[in-house]
């Protein structure tokens, strides 16, 4: 329908009389090119409405033209920033299907890197939201420390981004000799700067007074309206795939699971699953996954790096469905295989997606300046909504 | 996992609804089953609300199109935090007009997913709130994700085909050397053998249309 169209069906026939604000899709605050379609009474939103689909790439029906190895590099691209996540994923889902086991050494360098990503992603997570609010120095710290997670992953598969590290049945490379003490040197490092950071913006006045009780999310709600990952968790709900449903490596890590509770402080009006609550919960979960990392780096188990795989991965007919923790929530594939080469349907169901639902619903009465810190808190990126 | 396993819960389906619940598919990848599409909203209002079962998130919403049998699948999967319990089930919609109803009204996740559904398989969903195009732009024509889906060739009126880069190269280069050819080639014929030699020595610059 058109914009016409669908202001009379958002918004009420007479909101033509009101301002009608387009926030996007090019916006340096929207996390991606997303477009906002807001009626706002002055500085006051009504409702703001997500309109989506400028990133859509067509992954899922891709995923139905190339063969199931060459699908890899298409999975980091469903995510950029948590890219291994998303590589997992379908590798767990096809493996599934094949019915592979897969050897231990290659699962505890899939949850190395997976972590490394997760802390990775966090970080850009963390410094666009203070960067959004407006406090744009704790940005390029955060970037800093992502510079040497990069070095570490790309010493590890070649790449900085987009890693296409995961292979259906492994691994594709083994860690090179020298990279485990510089992992574990950066992991005291790192541990360092979640100090300082805290220091810089987590308890800093204003942006705790710009959070707290911000945009807060029930824990029914969260779960009713399809919220993953650490928005679940920042509402109060207690579940983490990696604890509660584990795949690969992780029943033999130990690490606590962060939980919202009002961290802003009942004396500033925090609430629990409140704006800075998620926030606050990946800084928790950035210093949870060094604690992984630290443990799989001291069990690394010998061995192959990759399960024998036949030469065309054709599995029988059937379907599987795996489900991650990846850095945004629980990113589930949902793979279909016929018989061939070729996957007859591919489906990434993203924590990002779900997010966006929402937003509708929460952001009646806030401010704009609110919308944007209500997106950032969420940590929604526009690849993941569109594949 | 603790919680019912698939079997468990299939079994609680069958006593309560008896044939509107299909068999369970065989147990090897992930098991699933058919509900019928005119009780889908009765039996997941019950997958819901029932105690033992509290299904409180709808995990995945997605379809599979299947032109061989005429028919469009929507594949439902459910998750509950109480018991940590799965359950897949699908519907099967005819692939002429693929009706079903919406479970937005019990999880308010369907709305964007069946709104994805709506988008990219062409699946009607009735009550559905909000039911508009999501991923494709709002003027799109078609469904993108079924079988049959021919690619438009452009939008708005911007072509996205073109000849393949290398074929441009050769046909380029084929005609530069006709051109050059033609040119050089005098009109008696009578000296045309010595004067041949010389659009050999014209500089191709793509070096691949000589293998």
């Given at each position: 329908m058109s914009l016409d169209q669908l202001i009379i069906t958002k918004f009420g026939a007479d909101a033509d009389h009101e301002m009608i604000l387009n926030m996007g899709p090019q916006h340096p605050s929207t996390h991606?090119?997303?477009?906002?379609?807001?009626?706002?009474?002055?500085?006051?939103?009504?409702?703001?409405?997500?309109?989506?689909?400028?990133?859509?790439?067509?992954?899922?029906?891709?995923?139905?033209?190339?063969?199931?190895?060459?699908?890899?590099?298409?999975?980091?691209?469903?995510?950029?920033?948590?890219?291994?996540?998303?590589?997992?994923?379908?590798?767990?889902?096809?493996?599934?299907?094949?019915?592979?086991?897969?050897?231990?050494?290659?699962?505890?360098?899939?949850?190395?890197?997976?972590?490394?990503?997760?802390?990775?992603?966090?970080?850009?997570?963390?410094?666009?939201?203070?960067?959004?609010?407006?406090?744009?120095?704790?940005?390029?710290?955060?970037?800093?420390?992502?510079?040497?997670?990069?070095?570490?992953?790309?010493?590890?598969?070649?790449?900085?981004?987009?890693?296409?590290?995961?292979?259906?049945?492994?691994?594709?490379?083994?860690?090179?000799?020298?990279?485990?003490?510089?992992?574990?040197?950066?992991?005291?490092?790192?541990?360092?700067?979640?100090?300082?950071?805290?220091?810089?913006?987590?308890?800093?006045?204003?942006?705790?007074?710009?959070?707290?009780g911000m945009a807060t999310i029930p824990a029914e709600m969260a779960i009713n309206y399809g919220l993953v990952g650490p928005n679940l968790r920042a509402s109060g709900v207690d579940f983490d795939l990696r604890r509660d449903e584990p795949y690969g490596a992780y029943p033999d890590f130990k690490f606590e699971v962060p939980i919202g509770k009002a961290y802003a402080g009942s004396h500033r009006g925090g609430q629990i699953g409140d704006c800075y609550d998620r926030f606050y919960c990946r800084v928790l979960e950035c210093r949870q996954s060094i604690e992984i990392?630290?443990?799989?780096?001291?069990?690394?188990?010998?061995?192959?790096?990759?399960?024998?795989?036949?030469?065309?991965?054709?599995?029988?007919?059937?379907?599987?469905?795996?489900?991650?923790?990846?850095?945004?929530?629980?990113?589930?594939?949902?793979?279909?295989s016929d018989g061939g080469e070729r996957a007859y349907r591919v489906r990434a169901r993203t924590g990002s997606f779900l997010a966006m639902g929402i937003i509708e619903e929460v952001s009646q009465g806030l401010m704009i300046a609110d919308l944007v810190a209500l997106i950032a808190s969420l940590d929604v990126v526009a690849p993941e909504i569109d594949r | 996992m603790p919680g019912l396993t698939f079997e468990q819960i299939h079994q609680k389906l069958v006593e309560k609804f008896g044939d509107a619940v299909g068999l369970l598919s065989p147990p090897k990848k992930?098991?699933?089953?058919?509900?019928?599409?005119?009780?889908?909203?009765?039996?997941?209002?019950?997958?819901?609300?029932a105690p033992e079962l509290y299904f409180d998130f709808l995990e995945d919403l997605t379809?599979?199109?299947?032109?061989?049998?005429?028919?469009?699948?929507?594949?439902?999967?459910?998750?509950?935090?109480?018991?940590?319990?799965?359950?897949?089930?699908?519907?099967?919609?005819?692939?002429?007009?693929?009706?079903?109803?919406?479970?937005?009204?019990?999880?308010?996740?369907?709305?964007?997913m069946e709104r994805e559904v709506f988008d990219l398989f062409g699946v009607t969903f009735k009550g559905h709130p909000d039911l508009r195009r999501i991923l494709m732009p709002d003027d799109w024509v078609g469904t993108p994700l079924r079988k049959d889906y021919v690619e438009a060739g452009?939008?708005?009126?911007?072509?996205?085909?073109?000849?393949?880069?290398?074929?441009?190269?050769?046909?380029?280069?084929?005609?530069?050397?006709?051109?050059?050819?033609?040119?050089?080639?005098?009109?008696?014929?009578?000296?045309?053998?010595?004067?041949?030699?010389?659009?050999?020595?014209?500089?191709?610059?793509?070096?691949?249309?000589?293998?």
């Open positions: 991606g090119v997303i477009n906002f379609v807001v009626q706002a009474d002055g500085e006051v939103m009504r409702k703001a409405v997500p309109q989506v689909g400028y990133l859509h790439r067509a992954i899922e029906k891709i995923g139905e033209i190339v063969t199931y190895p060459g699908f890899m590099p298409y999975t980091d691209r469903i995510d950029y920033l948590a890219a291994m996540f998303a590589n997992e994923g379908y590798a767990l889902a096809v493996e599934k299907l094949l019915g592979l086991q897969i050897p231990p050494r290659a699962q505890y360098l899939r949850a190395i890197s997976c972590e490394l990503n997760r802390v990775a992603s966090h970080l850009v997570s963390l410094g666009t939201m203070a960067m959004d609010i407006g406090a744009v120095t704790p940005f390029p710290y955060a970037l800093r420390e992502r510079e040497s997670i990069n070095d570490l992953l790309e010493a590890l598969c070649g790449a900085r981004l987009t890693y296409n590290y995961h292979r259906i049945g492994g691994v594709a490379f083994d860690m090179p000799d020298d990279w485990m003490p510089l992992c574990r040197k950066w992991l005291d490092h790192f541990e360092k700067i979640l100090g300082e950071w805290d220091r810089l913006i987590s308890f800093s006045e204003i942006f705790v007074e710009r959070l707290a990392v630290r443990q799989a780096l001291d069990r690394f188990p010998p061995g192959e790096f990759m399960a024998k795989v036949p030469r065309k991965i054709k599995p029988e007919v059937g379907e599987a469905q795996s489900r991650i923790e990846a850095a945004r929530g629980e990113m589930a594939y949902y793979v279909v | 992930d098991p699933f089953c058919v509900f019928a599409a005119p009780r889908l909203r009765e039996i997941c209002r019950f997958l819901k609300d379809a599979t199109d299947h032109p061989k049998d005429n028919l469009i699948r929507v594949v439902y999967h459910f998750y509950s935090y109480r018991h940590r319990h799965l359950f897949i089930a699908k519907v099967e919609l005819d692939r002429k007009d693929p009706q079903v109803d919406s479970l937005e009204p019990l999880w308010k996740a369907a709305n964007w452009g939008y708005l009126g911007i072509s996205n085909v073109r000849d393949n880069p290398l074929d441009l190269y050769l046909n380029m280069d084929r005609q530069v050397r006709a051109e050059k050819a033609a040119a050089e080639a005098p009109p008696a014929p009578s000296t045309a053998p010595a004067l041949a030699a010389a659009p050999t020595a014209s500089p191709a610059p793509e070096h691949k249309a000589e293998s």
